[in-house]
C-alpha cells in the first residue's frame, strides 16, 4: 500500500501560483505513473496532469495546457505541481494520483480508474 499526502494548497488571487506537492511513503516513486487531478464541487473529478516514469513524458488537460507543468523528483520521492496564471475555475480540491499497474493504458484519456493510490487531496482556492 502507497500512502501519498498533497501539500502546498491555500488561497492565491487569480494570476497567481502555487506549487503543489505530493509525499509518498513509497519507498521509490520510479515504479508508478504519477498524476494530478482536481475535483471542483458538483462537479466530476477532472485530469489535470500526468508524467511517466521517467519524467520522459508529461501530459495535461486542455484547461490546464500551458500553465501548469508536473514534474516529479524520484530521488526524493515527491511529486510537483507548478501552477501559474491561476483563474477563479482552477478552485478545486488537487489529488495526487500513482499508478502500479505495468499494463498499457492511455494516458492521454485521463482517467481516474487508470490510477490506484490517492492523496486525501488539498484545496486551492483562487479568488477573481
Known amino acids: 500500500q502507497v500512502q501519498l499526502v498533497e501539500s502546498g494548497g491555500g488561497l492565491v488571487q487569480a494570476g497567481g501560483s502555487l506549487r503543489l506537492s505530493c509525499a509518498t511513503s513509497a519507498r521509490t516513486i520510479r515504479y508508478y505513473v504519477m498524476g494530478w487531478f482536481r475535483q471542483a464541487p458538483g462537479k466530476e473529478r477532472e485530469f489535470v496532469a500526468a508524467?511517466?516514469?521517467?519524467?520522459?513524458?508529461?501530459y495535461y488537460g486542455d484547461s490546464v495546457k500551458g500553465r501548469f507543468a508536473i514534474s516529479r523528483d524520484n530521488a526524493k520521492n515527491t511529486l510537483y505541481l507548478q501552477m501559474n496564471s491561476l483563474k477563479p475555475e482552477d478552485t478545486a480540491v488537487y489529488y495526487c494520483?500513482?499508478?502500479?499497474?505495468?499494463?498499457?493504458?492511455?494516458?492521454?484519456?485521463?482517467?481516474?480508474?487508470?490510477?490506484?493510490?490517492w492523496g486525501p487531496g488539498s484545496q486551492v482556492t483562487v479568488s477573481s
Open positions: 508524467i511517466t516514469r521517467s519524467s520522459d513524458n508529461t
Open positions: 494520483a500513482a499508478r502500479s499497474r505495468l499494463n498499457f493504458y492511455d494516458p492521454t484519456l485521463g482517467r481516474s480508474l487508470d490510477y490506484d493510490y
